[in-house]
C-alpha cells in the first residue's frame, strides 16, 4: 500500500503560497469622496441655455492637452496616457452634447475659425511617503489622497484670443483593507462624476458669453 500522507511537496507550498500573496494584492478597498467643484455654475444654471445673440453654433475646433501629476511629478507614460484617453477625453466628449455653441465643434480642426483649446491636469496630492507605506503594508496602513482636475482654457478666432477660463474639481480618496468589505463606501463613479462637472463649469462660462463671442454679424 502506498501511503498518501506526509510532508507537502515543496513545490505545492509554493503554489499556495503564491496564490494566497495573489489574492492578498488584490485586497484593497477604496472609498472616493466628491469636495466641490469650482466656479460651481453646474447645480444653478441650465444647461441647455439658448446661444443668445448667436444664430447658430459656431465651426470651432477643440484641441485637448492633458497631463497627469502625481505628488507633483509626472506619473508613469503608460498611467498618463490611459488617464487622457480613456477618462479625460471621455469624461469631455460626455458632456459636449449638453451644449448647443458645441454642436458643430470637431477635433483638431484645421480650418476652423474657432479655436477651443483645453488643458486638462488631474493632480493627486497628498504624502508620497504615507502612500509608499500603505501601499507597502497592502493597505493595513490607511492613506488618503486628493485629486484635482484642473482645466485651463483659451478661445481665439482666426488666431486672435478671446478670452480665458478655468475650472477646478476636487474628489478625495481613502485606501483602507476595510473598506474592502464596505462597497457601499467605494464611490467608483466620483472621479468621472467630478470631472463631468467640471467640464460642465467650463462650458458654461463661455455659453454664457455667447453672444459676445460668437457674433451674427
Same mark, same amino acid.
Given at each position: ?16 503560497? &503564491?496564490?494566497? /500573496? ?49 505628488? @507633483? ?42 479655436? /477651443? ?15 509608499? /507605506?500603505? #501601499? ?18 483659451? /478661445? ?27 462597497? &457601499?463606501?467605494?464611490? #467608483? ?27 451674427? @454679424?
Amino acid at each position: 500500500m502506498t501511503r498518501t500522507d506526509g510532508p507537502m511537496p515543496i513545490s505545492s507550498l509554493y503554489g499556495r503560497w &503564491m496564490v494566497c /500573496l495573489g489574492l492578498s494584492l488584490c485586497l484593497v478597498g477604496c472609498a472616493n469622496t466628491r469636495l466641490s467643484h469650482e466656479p460651481g455654475l453646474v447645480t444653478g444654471v441650465d444647461r441647455q441655455q439658448p446661444l443668445g445673440g448667436a444664430a447658430r453654433a459656431p465651426e470651432l475646433s477643440l484641441i485637448l492637452h492633458t497631463r497627469h501629476l502625481e505628488f @507633483g511629478e509626472p506619473s508613469d507614460p503608460s498611467v498618463g496616457k490611459w488617464w487622457s484617453q480613456r477618462k479625460i477625453r471621455g469624461r469631455l466628449e460626455e458632456v459636449m452634447g449638453e451644449f448647443p455653441f458645441l454642436a458643430e465643434a470637431q477635433w483638431e480642426a484645421t480650418d476652423a475659425p474657432y479655436r /477651443l483649446v483645453i488643458e486638462a491636469t488631474h493632480a493627486i496630492r497628498g504624502s508620497r511617503f504615507r502612500s509608499g /507605506l500603505s #501601499s507597502t503594508t497592502r493597505y493595513i496602513i490607511p492613506s488618503s489622497e486628493q485629486s484635482d482636475v484642473e482645466l485651463d482654457t483659451w /478661445l481665439s478666432r482666426d488666431g486672435n484670443l478671446l478670452k480665458t477660463y478655468g475650472a477646478v474639481g476636487s474628489y478625495k480618496t481613502k485606501r483602507h483593507l476595510i473598506f474592502l468589505l464596505l462597497p &457601499m463606501m467605494w464611490g #467608483s463613479k466620483v472621479s468621472s462624476e467630478t470631472m463631468e462637472d467640471t467640464f460642465r463649469d467650463l462650458f458654461l462660462q463661455i455659453q454664457r458669453d455667447a453672444a459676445e463671442l460668437f457674433p451674427t @454679424g
